[in-house]
């Protein structure tokens, strides 16, 4: 593994989100954040060769790349390097969520062309809870439902929350964002999760419903007429707190009209309901609260939103309730990190 002259790695880290790219280098193994840029999906093979340039520009090379990857099914359960073999088994699992998968797999292809010759891995985002009780991850559904299970998401926050509480005790992670999920954690493994087959079940979200009685859906596709693009239109960009406020998406500006609109009051208001009530369910499967942490960027910046989840949760008893912003990038550059070291112990 290539380091530099004071014997670090600059790891890249590229997380793909629908609208927009983060890349963030952390020199490893001091774990240094030494750049980060955020950069228009649309443009992103010339926004990503421009942050390269920059960075050859003060001298800084990357040694390795790491990508988050938000589905790897049930056998991408690790990082792995990547080969021409890796990305074709991978265009298999598009199916299952092409809707952010796709453009991932874009991405890696663009950034091996603009980051050549050196190593690429895949962090899944699916991994961490692809450790969880059979039972959590297995739906009701009989044999025709084949590949149909629980995967679970935010699986790098959630590592890296494990990282900086430790690995002891029953905690709950309530990752509040855009996308939102709760992970029930005993002594650092995942037990739990409310997101299920896609990161659309669970709790409520920006634009996603979270968990829908699924008559829902047969009903709509039935007796309202709307066919499948029309459905994963509605249900991942027009549900949620955009659906229920019928203005906007964002808890910050749902909060601030709230006194004067009542649809903003009610997706607030419901917002906290179904958190609270999906993190009794993960208290009951849990045997109780030690912790619960509170991350993502409305866990992270609104204590309204936090006070009313954990207010409903005070009859478990002392709870420990902590607010840890998350680093998925650190996550990935950790995990790069390590199974590049793995190889080079090996060679
Ligand atoms: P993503 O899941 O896309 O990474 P983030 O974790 O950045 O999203 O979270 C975005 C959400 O955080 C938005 O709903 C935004 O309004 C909310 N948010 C950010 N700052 C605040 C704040 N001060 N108060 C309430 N909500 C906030």
């Known amino acids: 593994m290539a380091r530099n002259s004071r014997g670090e790695v600059n ?22 954040r030494v750049a980060s840029a ?23 090379g990357i040694d390795a790349v790491g990508h988050r990857i938000v589905f790897g099914g049930a056998s991408h359960t690790t990082p792995e390097l990547v080969t021409p073999q890796l990305l074709e088994q991978m265009q298999e699992l598009i199916p299952y ?36 009780p059979r039972i959590a991850k297995t739906y009701p559904l009989g044999d025709e439902f084949g590949g149909v299970s629980r ?29 939102a999920s709760a992970t029930a954690v005993l002594d650092g493994h995942p037990i739990d ?9 669970g709790l409520m979200m920006g634009t996603r419903p979270g968990d829908l009685d699924p ?26 707190l955009l659906g229920v406020s019928g203005s906007s998406p964002d808890m910050r500006t749902l909060l601030a009209r709230r006194a004067t609109d009542e649809r903003a009051a009610l997706a607030v208001d419901l917002f906290v309901y179904i958190a609270r009530k999906q993190i009794g369910a993960l208290a009951a499967v849990l045997g109780g609260i030690d912790t619960l942490v509170f991350t993502g960027g409305i866990g992270e910046n609104s204590g309204e939103i936090r006070n009313g989840v954990a207010e409903g949760l005070r009859y478990l008893g002392d709870i420990d309730v902590r607010t840890i912003p998350t680093d998925e990038a650190l996550s990935i550059s950790r995990h790069v990190h390590a199974l590049l070291s793995a190889r080079t112990a090996r060679t």
């Open 151 to 179: 995967f679970g998401f935010h699986g790098l926050s959630c590592e890296y929350i494990v990282s900086v509480l430790g690995a002891s005790g029953k905690t709950v992670i309530a990752h509040l964002g855009n996308g």
């Open 38 to 60: 955020t950069v228009n999906i649309a443009d992103q093979a010339s926004e990503l060769a421009g942050f390269i340039d920059t960075l050859e520009r003060d001298g800084m």
């Open 215 to 240: 008559g829902v859906l047969l009903y709509a596709a039935s007796e309202l007429g709307y066919d499948n693009a029309t459905l994963r239109k509605l249900i991942t960009d027009r549900s949620g």
């Open 97 to 132: 969520d092409a809707l952010h998968l796709q453009p991932e797999l874009d991405a890696v292809v663009i950034a091996q062309r603009h980051v050549p010759n050196v190593p690429h891995v895949l962090c899944y985002d699916t991994a961490f809870c692809s450790r969880m």
């Open 193 to 201: 999760t409310t997101m299920g087959f896609s990161p659309l079940g």
């Open 11 to 32: 790891v890249l880290s590229v997380n793909g989100g629908s609208s927009s790219l983060k890349l963030w280098v952390y020199a490893m193994p001091e774990e240094r």
